[in-house]
């Protein structure tokens, strides 16, 4: 039960400003200190300075913390009461909600903005998908990004349950008959545009490695799956991993190759009687390889490189690896020791396993620019905050030319590359799979390498602009620190991005025109 809060006038309040009868106001509350001042990080004396103790110290508390620090339940119950004939005017978000921060969302879905790509089937569903992404994943998200295990399965099961997990495949045959976000949409309704809302919600919550621990590796291995197994294993795997009862990881990666993917020496030969591949080799950077049911795996076998669907079993070890960002995302080195596979895994025809991977990178490429695009927009919007309550030098840190020319830049990378990211998505809603591998690779490199870079000129900047605080892993620059101590992955994870730049332009080159001269 709540306690009853009392209303007093900042006279009153003013009168309780010594050491042993301390009030102050934030955002019209009254907050009674006087026990709570001994066990404030910086001690009691932040709370005496005569213009602190019994007045508004609202500048002074945005100038330190942010506002989540007030909806603690410690700190909540530190509130006495209101002052009389004033509101609050600041409040957390709310679930569900857009934020009014100039440039925080994509225009196209930005009340009184207009989109030639978003319906209001779109904005309907975007409204559902965020509401579900702050009420379900983000408390999650929160906990786990910091104590390093994997995204719980409840939520798991409830990103299942509202046909999360399928549609972050795209659009095909694998949603008929689910039902999506509670019926916001039907099956049918489902196009790319729908895909790239719900990529771009799923990263909100800024928590770089649960989100791949998120069933990424699902969303990169299975298209495989699902675009070259045969039926009957399609359909088991399908269904088993978007229930969200299995897990399965894109095993393409190797200490040995990375982006050259014509290197790997993971091999698979054949037994005599010619039932079963056996696989030998490693795989390292695997995501969601420590705790995935399922490998698509890349192998080199007699005719050439080929894809195949590997269960967790006898010889296949997994090890977990360290890196910078949070071990939620279940990164792995794996191992496979004379693994027996039936040949009914392949994946696509036995040595066409450069078109099942290279066509399968189109979209794991593409979600990682709705990912990275929305990130970018996340920093502009916690720095578009920070320069308008911070003060520097007496004044508004956004007075400073320095810094409206940091966040000029950043907001025009950022919008750049959703406006590219958007005409790739809808280059994609109008061409078939293959038109996407022929046509879209070097674009989507491309768009990829963009977003990479401009991503890291963000974090720099973003850094710049929050000083300290951006190297902090918690307070008011936690977000900024997360970024810029992640947002690398982004520019190796998919492709490194300078052979993506060099696979664009090559692609361009080849497709000249003979008679195009100067």
């Not at 010594?18 to 509350?29: Q, S």
């Not at 509401?131 to 998200?141: G, H, N, R």
């Not at 509670?182 to 790239?196: A, T």
């Not at 400073?400 to 406006?419: C, F, G, N, W």
Request: aromatic letters at 8%; hydrophobic letters at 35%; charged letters at 25%.
């Amino acid at each position: 039960m709540s306690k009853e809060l009392k209303t007093f006038t900042r006279e009153e309040v003013a009168q309780h400003n010594k050491e042993d009868d301390l009030w102050i106001i934030v955002d019209a509350k009254v907050y009674d200190v006087t026990k709570f001042k001994n066990l404030h990080p910086g001690g009691a004396n932040v709370f005496l300075p005569p213009d602190i103790a019994g007045q508004d110290a609202t500048d002074a508390f945005y100038g330190l913390h942010r506002h989540e620090v007030l909806l603690k339940p410690q700190y909540q119950r530190l509130q006495i009461g209101v002052i009389q004939g004033e509101k609050s005017v600041i409040h957390g978000s709310i679930p569900g909600e857009l934020s009014k921060v100039p440039y925080a969302e994509p225009l196209g879905i930005t009340e009184e903005y207009h989109s030639p790509y978003y319906t209001e089937s779109h904005r309907r569903f975007q409204r559902a998908a965020r509401k579900f992404v702050d009420e379900v994943i983000a408390p999650d998200a929160m906990a786990r990004e910091e104590d390093g295990k994997r995204p719980s399965l409840s939520v798991i099961q409830k990103m299942a349950e509202t046909g999360i997990l399928a549609m972050t495949m795209g659009p095909g045959k694998h949603l008929k008959g689910r039902t999506l976000l509670g019926g916001v949409i039907q099956p049918e309704e489902f196009d790319r545009f729908h895909e790239l809302i719900l990529a771009q919600e799923l990263c909100r919550p800024n928590c770089r490695g649960y989100r791949d621990g998120q069933n990424s590796g699902a969303t990169i291995g299975l298209p495989p799956v699902i675009h070259f197994g045969r039926p009957e294993l399609r359909d088991r795997i399908v269904e088993e991993v978007l229930s969200g009862k299995k897990f399965l990881s894109l095993a393409i990666s190797e200490a040995f190759a990375g982006s050259d993917v014509s290197g790997l020496r993971t091999t698979a030969t054949k037994t005599p009687d010619g039932k079963f591949w056996i696989i030998n080799g490693t795989k390292k950077w695997i995501t969601n390889g420590t705790f995935s049911d399922y490998f698509t795996v890349g192998c080199k076998t007699d005719k050439g490189l080929t894809v195949i669907l590997v269960e967790r079993g006898e010889g296949v070890e997994t090890k977990a690896i360290k890196t910078s960002y949070s071990s939620a995302a279940g990164t792995a080195y794996i191992t496979f020791e004379n693994v027996k596979v039936p040949v009914e895994n392949t994946l696509g025809p036995e040595g066409n396993g450069v078109f099942v991977i290279l066509s399968n990178f189109n979209h794991e490429r593409w979600a990682m620019c709705c990912g990275g695009a929305r990130n970018m927009r996340f920093i502009v919007e916690e720095c578009l905050k920070w320069v308008n309550q911070r003060k520097a030098f007496g004044k508004p840190l956004h007075s400073q030319a320095v810094i409206r020319a940091k966040l000029a830049d950043m907001i025009s990378k950022t919008e750049a590359a959703q406006h590219w990211l958007e005409n790739i998505t809808y280059q994609m809603q109008h061409m078939d799979y293959k038109q996407q591998a022929q046509l879209l690779a070097g674009p989507i490199a491309l768009l990829k390498m963009f977003i990479t870079r401009s991503a890291q000129d963000v974090a720099r900047d973003a850094v710049q602009i929050f000083g300290g605080r951006g190297i902090t892993k918690t307070g008011m620059g936690k977000h900024i620190e997360h970024y810029h101590r992640t947002v690398p992955f982004d520019a190796i994870l998919g492709g490194a991005e300078d052979v993506l730049g060099d696979l664009g332009v090559r692609q361009a080159i080849k497709a000249m025109p003979k008679n195009a001269k100067l």
